[in-house]
């Protein structure tokens, strides 16, 4: 269930992590716990340089490393078939793959971007990672400067020996179903078309 405590972190913490990501499809013979434990460190050391040059808030320069460093590891196609679920096949149908990646792209890009310029230091450690075959899941911890304490779960597929993220949970909240649940209504009331220029609107933050 959502609570207003884990939806008011979640994109900020989930984007932290996903930071780190960039060394998963450098290094594609890894096993995914080293991938974690290097993503680790990557996302201190880049989080930190931009809090260190005051560039925290500086929303191009952060929607530019997202873009740059986060999106090429990240198995656009799986994820956004997870946000639409049982929608994808219409998609498919109508040519549509593309146009919705895009915009997911777009909502992750815009709400992580915003939410990352309240970063002021965290502590990131990997708990415990379980690979299995071509599959894995890793959970993380995160320690704000506060004390408070939030678990980060991620989902990963290997596919052609190249580790890559199609779904991430903070708290217990998917960032899939979170999407999904957003424009699942729209989609009921006001078909495909209205479901796909309202996704790339949705602030996972506030739902």
């Known amino acids: 269930m959502l609570n207003a405590r884990s939806l008011s972190i979640f994109p900020r ?12 499809a450098a290094r594609a013979a890894d096993s995914a716990e080293a991938v974690m434990k290097r993503l680790i460190e990557q996302v201190s050391t880049d989080l930190n340089q931009l809090y260190k040059q005051n560039r925290i808030g500086d929303r191009p320069a952060l929607e530019q490393l997202i873009r740059s460093d986060i999106l090429p590891s990240i198995d656009r196609q ?11 096949p219409q998609i ?17 890009v815009r709400t992580y971007a915003v939410a990352l310029s309240s970063y002021s230091g965290d502590t990131l450690t990997v708990v415990n990672v379980n690979e299995e075959g071509a599959k894995a899941t890793a959970k993380t911890r995160i320690r704000r400067p506060n004390g408070q304490t ?3 779960d991620f989902a990963l597929d290997n596919a052609g020996g190249t580790w890559r993220i199609n779904d991430l ?28 220029n309202a996704v790339s609107e949705v602030d996972v933050n506030k739902q």
Request: net charge positive; charged share 15%.
């Open 13 to 24: 913490i989930a984007l932290t992590i996903l930071l780190g990501v960039a060394p998963i």
């Open 92 to 108: 498919t149908a109508a040519g549509k793959q593309a146009d919705a990646q895009d915009r997911v792209t777009n909502s992750l």
């Open 169 to 196: 949970a903070v708290d217990g909240i998917v960032v899939s179903l979170t999407l999904f649940n957003a424009i699942k209504p729209i989609w009921e009331k006001d078909g495909m078309a209205a479901a796909l």
């Open 78 to 88: 799986r994820l956004t078939q997870r946000v639409f679920r049982q929608y994808w």
């Open 150 to 152: 939030i678990q980060v």
